[in-house]
């Protein structure tokens, strides 16, 4: 399977190309930095390492072209001021559909998932004002997706913690994984990503999910 990973070099990013590359799929790692993925340990014909900038929707085209599927775990400053994850993703959808690739996993956040009365959490009184900046962009990023007439997944993370994967984690459709405080493992999260992309339980849905 041929797999193109946006924000690969990354927390999260950087473990799903490892991941992905030990279960025998072909990566498309696109970065500003992926040269940095390229050490000893990632020697590996089935990678390629993709200097490109999200917003130039050429080079994201490129790296789109023929491939099975796309996984997107782009970052971005805290205050949401530079737009990554909300226009990278819509540039990202655009050059999918274009290109007739149809299917992609993507990163978000605990915010844009249903808070049990079919609000966001992002829109909450109580919500902590110094988290709506990028609250509002996972959502903005989520509502491009739905509006899409892509095979999407949007996995709405809670805490990541650079770790790596335990095995042990919990998902859940449009709601939290568990209620109470949550965190997930950065390799856990990889993990669930890319087998995500190949089961498609979640089809056209959020996923809440937490250790």
């Not at 690969?8 to 991941?19: E, F, H, P, Y």
């Not at 072909?26 to 200097?51: E, P, S, Y």
């Not at 509502?143 to 993370?157: I, P, R």
Request: charge should be negative; glycine fraction near 10%; include cysteine.
């Amino acid at each position: 399977m041929i797999i193109t990973i946006f924000g690969a070099t990354g927390m999260v990013g950087k473990r799903l190309v490892r991941v992905a590359l030990a279960n025998g799929h072909h990566v498309r790692a696109f970065g500003r930095n992926v040269q940095k993925l390229i050490d000893a340990d990632l020697h590996n014909d089935q990678l390629d390492a993709i200097h490109g900038y999200v917003f130039d929707a050429r080079e994201v085209q490129e790296a789109i072209q023929g491939a099975d599927a796309v996984i997107s775990v782009l970052g971005g400053s805290f205050d949401g001021l530079d737009k990554t994850r909300s226009l990278g993703i819509k540039i990202i959808i655009e050059q999918m559909q274009q290109t007739g690739v149809s299917r992609i996993v993507a990163q978000g956040n605990l915010a844009v998932l249903d808070d049990g009365k079919g609000n966001y959490f992002v829109d909450a009184a109580d919500f902590p004002p110094e988290y709506l900046p990028v609250g509002r962009e996972h959502l903005q990023a989520y509502l491009f997706l739905k509006a899409s007439q892509l095979d999407w997944t949007y996995v709405c993370a809670p805490d990541i913690h650079d770790q790596d994967a335990t095995g042990q984690y919990l998902t859940n459709a449009e709601l939290p994984a568990k209620a109470g405080k949550q965190s997930i493992t950065a390799g856990d999260l990889a993990d669930f990503m890319l087998q995500e992309c190949l089961d498609q339980k979640y089809m056209h849905q959020r996923v809440g999910i937490s250790n």
